[in-house]
């Protein structure tokens, strides 16, 4: 049985640092192409980074130079570093499985962040 699972999301001030983490368990991870959405009220869901098995990773523009997407093919976990966070960073992110040769996907629960003063 396949399932994700976020964590560390919160409330921070503008300006301030999130870092998300997502436990993988029941796939061959490697096989994996991971990646991090997220969707906010009213909105529909977006794509914000995803990462390849070897590391290669791509990001929307409106996060580009400030979050950074990492994995950990040993531990099976895929992380989300948010720096310079804004209030339009607000949503509730989800964790994505895609298999890098079949139409397989798999997501999370999702977990809220919540960027104000």
């Known amino acids: 049985q396949v399932q994700l699972v976020e964590s560390g999301g919160g409330l921070v001030q503008p300006g301030g640092s999130l870092r998300l983490s997502c436990a993988a368990s029941?796939?061959?991870?490697?096989?994996?192409?991971m990646g991090w959405y997220r969707q906010a009220p009213g909105k529909q869901r977006e794509l914000v980074a995803t990462?390849?098995?070897?590391?290669?990773?791509t990001y929307a523009d409106s996060v580009k130079g400030r979050f950074t997407i990492s994995r950990d093919n040993a531990k099976k976990m895929v992380h989300l570093q948010m720096n310079s966070l804004k209030s339009e960073d607000t949503a509730v992110y989800y964790c994505?499985?895609?298999?890098?040769?079949?139409?397989?996907?798999?997501w999370g629960q999702g977990t809220q962040v919540t960027v104000s003063s």
């Open positions: 994505k499985a895609d298999h890098s040769y079949s139409n397989f996907d798999s």
């Open positions: 029941g796939i061959g991870f490697s096989a994996f192409i």
């Open positions: 990462i390849a098995s070897g590391g290669t990773a």
